[in-house]
C-alpha cells in the first residue's frame, strides 16, 4: 500500500479511529479517516481514497462514494477559508440565494470558485440544520454564521482578509 499521500502521524490516526470499532466493522471509520486526510492535505484526493481503501480494507469506489457524497469533503484544492451558503428551500425562502449572490460579487467568483489570491472558496450546501437562522454559512466546515444580512457577509470576508496581513 502506498501510503505517501498520508503521513505516518495520519495513519497513527486511522488506527486509533479504527479501533473504535469492532473488527469486522471498520470500514465504519471511514469518515474520519477522509477527515483526516482533508486535515492533513486540504482535500481528499483520488490517491488518498485509494490509501484510506486499503487501509478499511474496502474497494475505492466504496470510498469515493463517500467523498462525493458529504460536501464537507474537499475533492480538490480550496482556499483557506471554504464558505457554504445554504441554499435549500426554508434558506431559499429567507434570502440564502440572496446571501451567495452577495459573496459572488463581493468576492469577484461564482459559486464553485477559489478567489485568485487563494484565500476564499464558495460553496453551496443542500442543509445546514440552521433554517430558522437564515441565511446561514459554514466557514471551514466548522463555524456557524447565522441570520447573514449583506453588512454582516461583508464583515466576515473583509475580518477574514484583515486577519491575513501582517
Known amino acids: 500500500m502506498s501510503t505517501a499521500v498520508v503521513s505516518e502521524a495520519g495513519l497513527a490516526r486511522f488506527a486509533r479511529e479504527v479501533a473504535k470499532y469492532p473488527p469486522e466493522q471498520k470500514q465504519s471509520a471511514v469518515m474520519a479517516c477522509l477527515a483526516i486526510v482533508q486535515q492533513e492535505a486540504g482535500f481528499v484526493s483520488a490517491e488518498s481514497e485509494k490509501v484510506g481503501a486499503d487501509y478499511l480494507g474496502r474497494a475505492p469506489i466504496a470510498v469515493r462514494e463517500v467523498t462525493t457524497f458529504y460536501n464537507m469533503y474537499n475533492q480538490r484544492p480550496v ?12 434558506c431559499q425562502l429567507r434570502d440564502g440565494g440572496r446571501a451567495l449572490k452577495h459573496l459572488e460579487h463581493k468576492l469577484g467568483v461564482h459559486m464553485g470558485e477559489t478567489t485568485p489570491d487563494g484565500l476564499f472558496s464558495l460553496q453551496q450546501s443542500e ?9 446561514v454559512l459554514l466557514v471551514n466546515d466548522r463555524t456557524m454564521c447565522s441570520f447573514m444580512t449583506d453588512d454582516k457577509l461583508d464583515q466576515l470576508v473583509d475580518g477574514l482578509r484583515a486577519a491575513e496581513k501582517p
Open 79 to 90: 482556499g483557506k477559508y471554504k464558505l457554504n451558503v445554504c441554499t435549500n428551500l426554508p
Open 127 to 135: 442543509c445546514l440544520g440552521a433554517c430558522a437562522d437564515s441565511p
